[in-house]
């Protein structure tokens, strides 16, 4: 069974750091392109960064430089370093495991970015 526990949320202040982390079980983690994900109220879940088996990365325009997708094979854990925090960053954040038709999410972790 495939689980995935997302860690790191929390609350900071605008122009702050946190860094996430999701090490997942139930899978061969290094064969999986990983993502971070997330939905703030009201509004539809969005694609944060993604970083693929071999290492490639993207992000959404929203938050390039400022978070940075990594992954550790030999921990089988994926971050995302979120630096520079917005207000418009507060949301739940899910790590996402996807290989071809697999697609495996996490519970989510509050993020809250306010003064």
């Known amino acids: 069974q495939v689980q995935l526990v997302e860690s790191g949320g929390g609350l900071v202040q605008p122009g702050g750091s946190l860094r996430l982390s999701c090490a997942p079980s139930?899978?061969?983690?290094?064969?999986?392109?990983m993502g971070w994900y997330r939905q703030a109220p009201g509004k539809q879940r969005e694609l944060v960064a993604v970083?693929?088996?071999?290492?490639?990365?993207n992000y959404a325009d929203s938050v390039k430089g400022r978070f940075t997708i990594s992954r550790d094979n030999t921990r089988g854990t994926v971050y995302l370093q979120m630096n520079s925090l917005k207000p418009e960053d507060t949301a739940v954040y899910y790590c996402?495991?996807?290989?071809?038709?697999?697609?495996?999410w996490g519970q989510g972790t509050q993020v809250t970015v306010s003064s």
């Open positions: 970083i693929t088996s071999g290492g490639s990365t």
């Open positions: 996402n495991a996807h290989l071809s038709t697999m697609n495996s």
């Open positions: 139930g899978i061969i983690f290094r064969r999986y392109d």
